[in-house]
Nanobody, 117 residues
Framework: QVQLVESGGGLVQPGGSLRLSCATS????????MSWYRQPPGKERESVAD????????NYADSVKVRFTISRDNTKNTVYLQMNSLKPEDTAVYYC??????????WGQGTQVTVSS
């Protein structure tokens, strides 16, 4: 059974930092690319960052480049999102996702990030 469990969200002031984690189980973690998405209030879900399996190649949305860093620990089956210099527009529910096949996307339950003074 595939499971993805996000944690690490919360309330942070503008300019602050948070580190999100996504613990996974039920599939061979090191084989698959992992992604972070977010859904701001009243908006559609959008891609934030992704990281390939063995070689760890990363890609970022333009809005988070330089500020966010995606990483993975294949020994812990966990993917991370380090978020620095947070802005109010980063407020969203953050989700991790894995695509195991063309028609099989698995999502976590999401973790709320609120950036506000």
């Amino acid at each position: 059974q595939v499971q993805l469990v996000e944690s690490g969200g919360g309330l942070v002031q503008p300019g602050g930092s948070l580190r999100l984690s996504c613990a996974t189980s039920g599939f061979t973690f090191s084989t698959y690319a992992m992604s972070w998405y977010r859904q701001p209030p009243g908006k559609e879900r959008e891609s934030v960052a992704d990281i390939s399996g063995f070689d760890g190649i990363t890609n970022y949305a333009d809005s988070v480049k330089v500020r966010f860093t995606i990483s993975r620990d294949n020994t812990k089956n966990t993917v991370y999102l380090q978020m620095n210099s947070l802005k109010p527009e980063d407020t969203a529910v953050y989700y991790c996702k894995v695509k195991l096949s063309r028609s099989s996307d698995y999502w976590g339950q999401g973790t709320q990030v609120t950036v506000s003074s």
